[in-house]
């Protein structure tokens, strides 16, 4: 008998279980696992307002002015009656101007300026500098796997109980400096702030949102697979739910063949001829140029749940994702050159969190002579893999298996240190070899 699977309802279950651990529970932290546009954001929402309701003053720690503004956003949107504190810094422009369009937010430099708010929301670094003689009841931390143990060490004084959310498959927390020196010991400052949290009282209530949004039927489970492999998760469309479609027939080439792939699939690989080559390929930058070019210039259009009809795609839907920054602003100059403006086009770090409906991928190992620890890291493919909502076309040069087969693992054995499951080297495999299914070889 064929199981049958409701995305809402179990979505919704879990939001159940987690909102009255947080709410009724007597835990000093909960944590939630939520993959890739599986309603992080919304459940952070959702969470804050009942917790308000409930008289409970909340302070909300994010990792970025761009996520403490969003979040600001969808408060007011959601509850305009509702007086949030924006927290900033003392720089000129320290949040997006468009909070000063709303009333219910109150902003300052000074949290001593926002007491008694229901809820106030700042970034990890500004929480840092705050002297609070009597803590917050409560605290939510979003993006909470891409917040360092030593940034929560900082700000734990602030709050008696917390709830943290985050994607555990997204980039580890960034360093400017190295902490070998504490690799393996439980207080490591480098580590995420839930791995810390966790191996420290291990006896937290754990739970996980079980679907994502985002991710079409044809994608979940790789990435689910590939990146999520104790955690998986479902789509919360099914397959034919979601239509690319193109108003101007193929001319054959091969840009026009991955894209009419990736249209049918959900997947396309443009390989390129194997070569070892600078790491702004040139051939390569201009094959990611071109598929943008050729999925405009077809008049692309996307059917999806949101809507009955059918919406063009426009160049803000969608984003070129890059390893490195050299990588992004030659394949901009590229767009440049064809006349092409409005796409995103960063690397995996800056797309992190956002979402588009097609993306295009330049894969991290193309053209590469080696395999480093940097280009292997599991959460750089993971965030590359799992913008889209539609499609996700990767441009890379043949020859990166074989790469991988080759790959010695040169990284030091550090006792202590829990190993990451998968590794690079699995989920490229795995992502591959799902990709060979859909390749369309290049002829430029």
């Known amino acids: 008998m064929r199981e049958l699977f409701d995305p809402s309802a179990e979505a919704a279950r879990a939001t159940r279980e987690i909102l009255h651990d947080t709410l009724h529970g007597d835990a000093r932290g909960v944590v939630v696992d939520s ?176 679907v994502s949004w985002r991710l079409p039927a044809s994608a979940a489970p790789l990435v689910s697979d590939a990146f999520y492999p104790y955690t998986r998760f479902r789509a919360g469309t099914a397959e034919g739910d979601r239509r690319l479609a193109f108003g101007v027939a193929s001319d054959g080439s091969a840009p026009d063949r991955v894209l009419d792939e990736a249209a049918e699939s959900g997947w396309g690989l443009l390989e390129l001829p194997a070569r070892h080559t600078p790491r702004t390929d040139p051939e390569a930058v201009r094959a990611c140029a071109l598929v943008v070019r050729r999925l405009l210039d077809r008049g692309a259009s996307t059917l999806s749940e949101r809507s009955e009809h059918p919406a063009p795609l426009t160049p803000d839907r969608i984003a070129v994702g890059t390893a490195h920054r050299d990588q992004a602003a030659a394949i901009r100059a590229a767009l440049h050159e064809l006349a092409v403006g409005g796409v995103t086009v960063d690397t995996a770090n800056r797309l992190q969190g956002r979402e588009y409906d097609v993306t295009v991928v330049l894969h991290p190992l193309s053209g590469r002579p080696d395999a480093t620890a940097f280009h292997l890291e599991t959460g750089r493919l993971c965030v590359l893999a799992s913008r889209h909502r539609h499609a996700c076309i990767v441009v890379c040069r043949a020859g990166v298996t074989d790469l991988l087969d080759e790959h010695p693992s040169t990284e030091p054995v550090q006792l202590g240190v829990t190993v990451k499951f998968p590794d690079g080297w699995e989920a490229n495999h795995a992502v591959l070899s799902h990709l060979a299914e859909h390749r369309v070889p290049w002829e430029g």
């Not at 408060?75 to 927290?87: D, T």
């Not at 030593?150 to 400096?177: C, I, K, N, T, Y």
Request: charged share 20%; net charge negative.
């Open 35 to 210: 993959p890739p546009g599986a309603g992080k954001s919304t459940l952070v929402v959702r969470a804050a307002l009942e917790l308000a309701a409930a008289g409970r003053p909340l302070m909300i720690v994010a990792q970025t002015n761009a996520q403490v503004d969003d979040l600001v956003l969808r408060l007011a949107e959601k509850e305009p009656g509702l007086e949030v504190g924006r927290l900033h810094a003392s720089d000129p422009d320290p949040y997006d101007k468009a909070l000063d369009a709303l009333e219910n937010v109150r902003k300052a430099a000074k949290a001593a300026e926002l007491a008694g708010l229901p809820v106030v929301i700042s970034t990890a670094a500004k929480w840092a500098h705050v002297k609070s003689a009597e803590p917050w009841r409560h605290a939510i931390v979003d993006e909470a796997y891409q917040m360092r143990s030593d940034a929560l060490l900082a700000v734990a004084g602030l709050f008696e109980r917390a709830l943290f959310v985050g994607d555990p498959g997204q980039l580890d927390p960034f360093s400017v400096v190295t902490a070998d020196q504490w690799a393996g010991l439980s207080y490591d400052p480098s580590a995420s702030a839930v791995s810390t949290l966790l191996a420290h009282n291990p006896e937290l209530p754990q739970h996980r949102l079980p």
